[in-house]
């Protein structure tokens, strides 16, 4: 018998059996480890992603959405007295800068306003310069083309200047358009469109010039007549009574059409808006307040307004 325990010896199955196990957990390892490496590139590319998420969000979202957010609204106008003015001191007045900021109090926005020119504003809102036009502009199919237009505030035609020893050769439209004669309208407006479209004997001189008055400032140097709204034509006389013109056809104004906003086009949910808005002041009595603040004759709210008034009463506003 022989002395002392020997090791025991384990069964080849045994040992198989062990490293199968260890390759297994090994396996479990490798696989928790690729899980946990999963997680955190994701983790670190979460923000990244919110961050694209929300840019395309904005992408996407229309004008009012993107107002309500900012609490800005972008406003484009031109000067155009009553409408819109700037004083000595720069600071914005007139009857639509009395509604827009109306507008932006009840939604306690904050408005910036960008000066364009008649002639390019469609553009400019396309391009997404601002949220809204407010330039005094009158609708027509052309415009509309390009621009989705609001409810017209008021009403307005086109009629003329010229200088006294001329007056009486210009009794009717048709006088104008003669050979020889020479017809001054400013780029892009409403009335440059109505000469181009029915003259066809005069000469069209147009101007690109900002202000809607440049037509009426081109007589005589430059035109025998000049065309622009009444109201510019009203306040055009009145400030430069130096100029020595008379107003023509003032009883028979053309393209009598409603002067309105303007948004980009297809953004049906801010137009909404603007015109709810719009139509609140005016059925509150706001805009009239407002209007007769200013006391600028030819506003008209009603088409057929005008149909009793022929242009000859001047003293609307301050009734």
């Given amino acids: 018998m022989e002395r002392g325990i020997k090791a025991a010896k384990l069964p080849v199955t045994g040992c198989a059996n062990l490293e199968k196990m260890k390759a297994i957990m090994k ?9 946990l490496m999963a997680l955190l590139a994701t983790s670190c590319n979460r923000p990244q992603q919110n961050a694209t998420d929300s840019q395309q969000q904005q992408q996407h979202e229309g004008t009012f959405d993107r107002v309500q957010r900012t609490g800005v609204l972008r406003v484009g106008y031109f000067l155009m007295e009553p409408m819109i003015m700037r004083n000595k001191d720069g600071k914005m007045n007139g009857i639509f800068i009395d509604i827009v900021e109306q507008m932006a109090k009840d939604l306690r926005w904050k408005v910036e306003y960008q000066q364009v020119d008649l002639k390019n504003f469609a553009a400019a ?5 601002f949220d809204l036009s407010i330039g005094p502009t009158f609708s027509s199919p052309s415009r509309a083309a390009g621009v989705s237009f609001t409810q017209p505030i008021f009403y307005l035609g086109y009629t003329g200047v010229t200088t006294p020893d001329k007056v009486d050769r210009f ?10 004669g020479k017809v001054a309208v400013k780029q892009g407006s409403a009335i440059a469109d109505y000469v181009t479209r029915v003259f066809k004997k005069a000469q069209i001189i147009s101007l690109d010039q900002p202000a809607l008055s440049a037509p009426l ?14 109201v510019t034509v009203f306040t055009f006389l009145r400030d430069n009574p130096e100029a020595n013109l008379k107003e023509i056809l003032a009883d028979n ?8 906003w303007a948004v980009k086009p297809g953004d049906s949910r801010w ?9 609140q002041y005016e059925d509150t009595g706001l805009i009239a307040e407002w209007e007769k603040q200013y006391k600028i004759p030819y506003l008209y709210h009603e088409k057929r ?9 001047k003293k609307v506003i301050e009734k």
């Fill in 27 to 35: 396996q479990k390892m490798m696989i928790m480890l690729g899980c």
């Fill in 125 to 129: 809102l396309e391009a997404g310069q």
């Fill in 171 to 180: 009794k009717t439209w048709e006088d104008l358009d003669q050979p020889g």
């Fill in 217 to 230: 400032a081109a007589v005589p140097a430059q035109a025998d007549v000049g065309l622009m709204n009444q």
């Fill in 253 to 260: 104004p053309v393209e009598f059409t409603g002067v309105c």
């Fill in 271 to 279: 137009l909404e808006f603007v015109n709810t808005a719009l139509k």
């Fill in 305 to 313: 307004s005008f149909q009793y008034d022929i242009g000859t009463n």
